[in-house]
């Protein structure tokens, strides 16, 4: 099934990036070809997308999960591939001061819209794409036992920290994907033992 999905996500990465220059240069509905790599997207990415823990905060910690919050959106032209996700980003910790000697339980969720660009490493090859994603963090505010006080700042620095390593990873798995699993050569049946000389 998974050399099935590889198949098919070249077959269509192959078919946008040789798809006619004044074509995609119009202003179109998403295309059968986007809305297939729309569908495969949606199928095939993880539960949660990401998730980090342990991230420091005023007198505590917080972790991050990030999940799809609805269908991806797909456009393409002769020179990239453009993907909106809409996410739901789930935020859990403590906060508090050792000075008033206060911990208190912390909660925020937030939706958001994370953009990735997919360009070929070298025009019209497919076979490797080079990822960017953007992800805005929009005004947030932690919920602490009824308090509460803003997290953007945070949740930023998470972003520019772990931005690049997120982009090579990806960028590792799409060249997998792409490239499949390989094909093994057929092997020729070793021939039959001889019948023992009577």
């Known amino acids: 099934m998974k050399k099935q999905f590889c198949n098919i996500l070249l077959l269509a990465a192959g078919l946008i990036v ?16 986007d809305e297939l790599l729309a569908l495969l997207l949606e199928k095939h990415l993880p539960a949660p997308l990401y998730e980090q823990g342990s991230n420091p905060w005023p007198g505590g910690a917080y972790s991050l999960e990030v999940h799809k919050a609805g269908r991806p959106e ?12 809409p996410l739901k980003v789930l935020i859990a910790g403590n906060a508090g001061s050792e000075l008033l000697q206060l911990k208190m339980t912390c909660s925020s969720t937030f939706t958001t819209i994370g ?20 992800l805005p963090v929009p005004p947030a505010m ?46 020729t049946p070793a021939p039959a033992p001889a019948a023992a000389a009577k």
């Not at 004044?22 to 509905?29: G, K, N, T």
């Not at 953009?115 to 953007?134: D, H, M, Q, Y």
């Not at 308090?147 to 090579?168: A, D, G, S």
């Open 18 to 33: 040789s798809s006619d220059a004044a074509f995609a240069a119009a202003p179109r509905a998403m295309s059968i070809t």
């Open 74 to 85: 797909v456009t393409s032209s002769t020179k990239n591939i453009h993907v909106k996700i």
């Open 115 to 134: 953009e990735i660009t997919f360009t070929p490493e070298k025009p019209g090859v497919v076979s490797s794409l080079a990822s960017a994603i953007t």
């Open 142 to 187: 932690a919920n602490c036992d009824g308090m509460q006080f803003p997290i953007e700042e945070y949740l930023r620095n998470v972003v520019t920290q772990n931005k690049r390593q997120w982009e090579l990873k990806l960028d590792a798995q799409m060249k997998e994907w792409l490239q499949g699993e390989g094909v093994k050569p057929a092997q």
